[in-house]
Structure formats: C-alpha cells, structure tokens
C-alpha cells in the first residue's frame, strides 16, 4: 500500500509532482471522503455543496483545488467521485471506494471525520484497500494509527486522537510553523508515545510511505526520541 500525507491539496506544486507522477496515474479513477466538515459549516446538502459540490456556474470552495491537482496527473474529471455525506448511502459510498483506486480523504476535522466514517459502515471497507490513500490535513493525520492535535483556533487542548489504522510508526504535526505550541505538543508526544514526529510545514511539505519507505517531500522536519 502507498501513502500520501500532504499539508495542503495543491498536489500539482512543482515539490510533490517529480514524485508523485509515479504514484498517480492517468488511468485511475478517485474516491474523495468528503466527511471532515465541521458541524458549525455544514447542517444541510446546500451547505456540503458550497466546500464540494459541482456546478456549472458555482463550483464548492475545495472543489476545483482538489479535482484540479488530479487533472494535472492526467486523471479524468469522470474519474474522480465525491462521497457525498448527504446524499450517498453506506451501499453506495462503500461501492464508491471499492472501485477507485485512489482514497482521497479531505482536510478539516478529523475526529468527525472518522465518526462519520464509522456512522457508514466504512472502516473495514477503507482499511481493506490495497490502492493508494492520501489526504491532505485531516486527511493526513486520519491515516495513522494514532495522531495528535495541537491547540489552535478549533481545538482548546491537546489531544490524541484513534486514526484508520494505516500507519503506526510515527505522529504528524501538519501546518508546521516552529511555533511554541507546535514545539510543546511534538515534545509532548516524543515523551508519551516514543515515537518520532514529522512536522510538514504550512503548505510546503508532504510524506510517501510505499510500503514501509518514508520519501520526505518539501519542507519536513524530523523529530524523533
């Protein structure tokens, strides 16, 4: 299995696609896992539409960032289907899945998003695929076994949080920017979890596990026990 950790979803920045392209190709077709809304965004399909819908005129705010990254790869954009939290079932979001190649989970909350995972019957569905996952943020951290917040603007504390279960060899900071919280909550986790922790700086870096190999794309930094 191959693993792509991102700090943002601008998979087309000229640091990720030397790499990438050997990963990412024209043929394959995309599941994004849209459920890393926040409650206080989204309570309705019209809300969900705004951050992923397509439309012709008005598209959602991610849904030219995300869909565009693929297109530079050479993916079709017939290729590439949203999960869609609202109007999808857990038939047909898990047939979605099982037919992609690529799992693409969105940035946001990760903490719901993994709860609405579950909600859907999705767990075992995800964890059996034998493709590649990515996700950017959220959807970076989701993949370990185990990942931990820093405090900011939405979450008041630290906290370790249950991931899918993909990775459990090391944390992720994401949205590194060597700051005294970031560097508390790292230091924290290298006391508790003796495990090392990459910080992906904001925007700037991104790690590949293919299976078992850690490739540090970009800006990353290495702390470890």
Same mark, same amino acid.
């Given at each position: 299995?191959?693993?792509?950790?991102?700090?943002?979803?601008?998979?087309?920045?000229?640091?990720?696609?030397?790499? !990438?392209?050997?990963?990412?190709?024209?043929?394959?077709?995309?599941?994004?896992?849209?459920?890393?809304?926040?409650?206080?965004?989204?309570?309705?399909?019209?809300?969900?539409?705004?951050?992923?819908?397509?439309?012709?005129?008005?598209?959602?705010?991610?849904?030219?960032?995300?869909?565009?990254?693929?297109?530079?790869?050479?993916?079709? &954009?017939?290729?590439?289907?949203?999960?869609?939290?609202?109007?999808? /079932?857990?038939? /047909?979001?898990?047939?979605?899945?099982?037919?992609?190649?690529?799992?693409?989970?969105?940035?946001?909350?990760?903490?719901?998003?993994? &709860?609405?995972?579950?909600?859907?019957?999705?767990?075992?569905?995800?964890?059996?695929?034998?493709?590649?996952?990515?996700?950017?943020?959220?959807?970076?951290?989701?993949? #370990?076994?185990?990942?931990?917040?820093?405090?900011?603007?939405?979450?008041?504390?630290?906290?370790?949080?249950?991931?899918?279960?993909? !990775?459990?060899?090391?944390? !992720?900071?994401?949205?590194?920017?060597?700051?005294?919280?970031?560097?508390?909550?790292?230091?924290?986790? #290298?006391?508790?979890?003796?495990? /090392?922790?990459?910080?992906?700086?904001?925007?700037?870096?991104?790690?590949?596990?293919?299976?078992?190999?850690?490739?540090?794309?970009?800006?990353?930094?290495?702390?470890?026990?």
């Amino acid at each position: 299995m191959v693993n792509i950790l991102l700090d943002c979803y601008e998979i087309d920045s000229p640091y990720l696609q030397d790499c !990438l392209k050997n990963y990412i190709k024209p043929n394959y077709s995309v599941a994004v896992v849209a459920f890393s809304f926040r409650d206080s965004e989204v309570k309705s399909l019209s809300d969900w539409n705004r951050l992923y819908g397509k439309k012709l005129f008005k598209k959602g705010k991610y849904y030219d960032g995300i869909v565009s990254g693929f297109l530079s790869y050479g993916i079709s &954009e017939k290729n590439i289907t949203f999960i869609n939290y609202f109007t999808d /079932t857990k038939e /047909t979001a898990a047939e979605k899945i099982k037919q992609a190649d690529i799992i693409y989970f969105t940035g946001g909350a990760p903490e719901r998003m993994a &709860e609405r995972i579950k909600e859907f019957d999705l767990t075992e569905v995800l964890k059996n695929h034998n493709g590649i996952v990515m996700g950017y943020s959220a959807g970076a951290v989701i993949q #370990l076994s185990e990942y931990h917040l820093s405090p900011d603007d939405y979450y008041n504390e630290f906290n370790y949080y249950e991931g899918l279960g993909y !990775l459990d060899s090391f944390y !992720l900071e994401v949205h590194y920017a060597d700051t005294d919280v970031q560097n508390d909550a790292i230091k924290r986790v #290298l006391q508790e979890r003796q495990k /090392t922790v990459y910080a992906l700086a904001d925007r700037k870096g991104a790690i590949v596990a293919d299976n078992g190999n850690i490739k540090l794309l970009g800006d990353v930094q290495t702390f470890s026990v």
